[in-house]
Nanobody
Framework: QVQLVESGGGLVQPGGSLRLSCAAS????????MGWYRQAPGKERELVAG???????NYADSVKGRFTISRDNAKNTVSLQMDSLKPDDTAVYYC????????WGQGTQVTVSS
């Protein structure tokens, strides 16, 4: 069973940057399309960025041009570089597969506030 551990969140001022990391156990990581999701208080969890096995990416309109997803198959990690952060980006961020969702990890809190 693959386990997911997210890290890298924190408190940042508007306009600042953070880099999130997700460590995934499991020998078949490289064939899975992966994504970063977020859930803000009182809102449903949403997909913000995805990357397939070949490295092709897609983004939610709300983060396009500000967030960059990447993966390192040798290290079984998926990262999310977040720039030009806005208060609306405040949420708990999770990584998971894009298909056949695994049990969710604990997530990492991102708070954008002055």
């Amino acid at each position: 069973q693959v386990q997911l551990v997210e890290s890298g969140g924190g408190l940042v001022q508007p306009g600042g940057s953070l880099r999130l990391s997700c460590a995934a156990s499991g020998s078949r990581f490289s064939i899975n399309a992966m994504g970063w999701y977020r859930q803000a208080p009182g809102k449903e969890r949403e997909l913000v960025a995805g990357i397939d096995a070949g490295g092709s990416t897609n983004y939610a309109d709300s983060v396009k041009g500000r967030f960059t997803i990447s993966r390192d198959n040798a290290k079984n990690t998926v990262s999310l570089q977040m720039d030009s952060l806005k208060p609306d980006d405040t949420a708990v961020y999770y990584c998971n597969r894009l298909f056949l969702i695994l049990p969710w990890g604990q997530g990492t809190q991102v708070t954008v506030s002055s």
